[in-house]
T-cell receptor, first 113, second 112 residues
């Protein structure tokens, strides 16, 4: 069965530092990949998605993610963290031919002043 | 533009009482619809999804059920709530299986 693994349920970075949130998927065929962000007591919002057009995907709020087939990874990065980036981030995958998205367990990002 | 509505925003119910949460989508036709639950520290759990009217797929066996009486309406129900049903319930829609999902604002359910 397909799965998504997010390393680290909590990640803390200082304001202005690099943000790196890790995501690995299990699939023999490159799937569709997504990153979502959830602010407290709200629904999820799409940050970016990979659909095979380009391996480096740029999203909203300065985030980007790079698809690496050899590593089956889709890590999320942002060069300089801002206090407003504090939220929970979910990596998700839609296996080719499936009707639903599989979400990772989420990583809560804390920004230190 | 498309919008998704969920209500109520918060709900406190006693154990054993019934439940009905409603989700409606505007501005699109024949969307895929999804119900998720977030319990504290347990991530996002897919409960049900639907690719058309009357077509419901259940992901987790439990005392919840879902129905899609109209194209853009998705209802989550229970005849008797359990304490373990407490959580944050999210409805979402997508154009198809390969597109991003758009989430509603959620319903916070507390079962006492």
């Amino acid at each position: 069965a397909q799965s998504v693994t997010q390393l680290g349920s909590h990640v803390s970075v200082s304001e202005g530092a690099l943000v790196l949130l890790r995501c690995n998927y299990s699939s023999s065929v490159p799937p569709y990949l997504f990153w979502y962000v959830q602010y407290p007591n709200q629904g999820l919002q799409l940050l970016l998605k990979y659909t095979s057009a380009a391996t480096l995907v740029k999203g909203i709020n300065g985030f980007e993610a790079e698809f690496k087939k050899s590593e089956t990874s889709f890590h999320l990065t942002k060069p300089s963290a801002h206090m407003s980036d504090a939220a929970e981030y979910f990596c998700a995958v839609t296996p080719v031919g499936d009707d639903k998205i599989i979400f990772g367990k989420g990583t809560r990002l804390h920004i230190l002043p | 533009s498309q919008t998704i509505h969920q209500w109520p925003a918060t709900l406190v119910q006693p154990v054993g009482s019934p439940l009905s949460l409603e989700c409606t989508v505007e501005g699109t036709s024949n969307p895929n619809l999804y119900w998720y639950r977030q319990a504290a520290g347990r991530g996002l759990q897919l409960l049900f999804y639907s690719v058309g009217i009357g077509q419901i797929s259940s992901e987790v066996p439990q005392n919840l059920s879902a129905s899609r009486p109209q194209d853009r309406q998705f209802i989550l129900s229970s005849k008797k709530l359990l304490l373990s049903d407490s959580g944050f319930y999210l409805c979402a829609w997508s154009l198809d299986s390969f597109s991003e999902q758009f989430f509603g604002p959620g319903t916070r359910l507390t079962v006492l």
